[in-house]
């Protein structure tokens, strides 16, 4: 069975740090890309950032680029998201998500997130 | 960015009642069109992927359509687990992006 599991969402002041995780099993974890999609309360899910399966190209939504950095560790089946200089406006429960022909096949539970004075 | 957005907000219906949405994209697409369906408390679900394929597990009652800018999901027979918010989602350009939702309520 396919399973993502996140962890090292927490509160956080305006402006702090945080560094997320994902780590993968009952898959090949180094053949897929992987995603981070965050849901704000109330609002939709939103794509945040893409990372490839094998030369680790990435992608990131405009908002985060410059102060969020993904990278994945194949040997460990994780993939992590770096946030640096956090907004209130970043607080949202974020999903680690596998791709599979270019959708979102597989969503882990969910790590919550605060950024809030 | 390509945005995408959903129609109606909200659908009122009962059990047994066919469903149709629509998600309409600012330019085309070459067919990296996703439906997502999510409950409250739970991660979204992959429904139906590249338009018109049906994820493995979802019921046969969920079909996607359309092509260039116009997409649609159809639900035929609502059942009482499939009140729920869809999502529609691109993924032919970065970012990818969602629509806003489509909202399946109880009449």
């Known amino acids: 069975e396919v399973q993502l599991v996140e962890s090292g969402g927490t509160w956080v002041q305006p402006g702090g740090s945080l560094r997320l995780s994902c780590e993968g099993s009952?898959?090949?974890?180094?053949?897929?890309?992987l995603n981070w999609v965050r849901q704000a309360p109330g609002h939709g899910p939103e794509w945040v950032s893409y990372i490839s399966e094998r030369d680790a190209t990435t992608y990131y939504t405009d908002s985060v680029k410059g102060r969020f950095t993904i990278f994945r560790d194949n040997a460990k089946n994780s993939v992590f998201l770096q946030m640096n200089s956090l907004r209130e406006e970043d607080t949202a429960v974020y999903y680690c998500?596998?791709?599979?022909?270019?959708?979102?096949?597989?969503w882990g539970q969910g790590t919550l997130v605060t950024v809030s004075s | 960015d390509i945005q995408l957005t959903q129609s109606p907000s909200f659908v009122s219906a009962s059990v047994g009642d066919r469903v149709t949405m629509t998600c309409r994209a600012s330019?085309?697409?070459?067919?990296?069109f996703a439906w997502y369906q999510q409950k409250p408390g739970e991660a979204p679900k992959l429904l139906i992927y590249y338009i018109s394929t049906l994820q493995s597990g979802v019921p046969s009652r969920f079909s996607g359509g359309g092509s260039g800018t116009d997409f649609t999901l159809t639900i035929n027979g609502l059942q009482p687990e499939d009140f729920a918010t869809y999502y529609c989602?691109?993924?032919?350009?970065?970012?990818?992006?969602f629509g806003r939702g489509t909202k399946v309520e109880i009449k």
């Open positions: 989602q691109q993924a032919n350009n970065f970012p990818w992006t």
């Open positions: 330019q085309s697409l070459d067919g990296r």
């Open positions: 998500v596998r791709d599979h022909h270019w959708s979102l096949d597989h």
């Open positions: 009952g898959f090949t974890f180094g053949s897929f890309s």
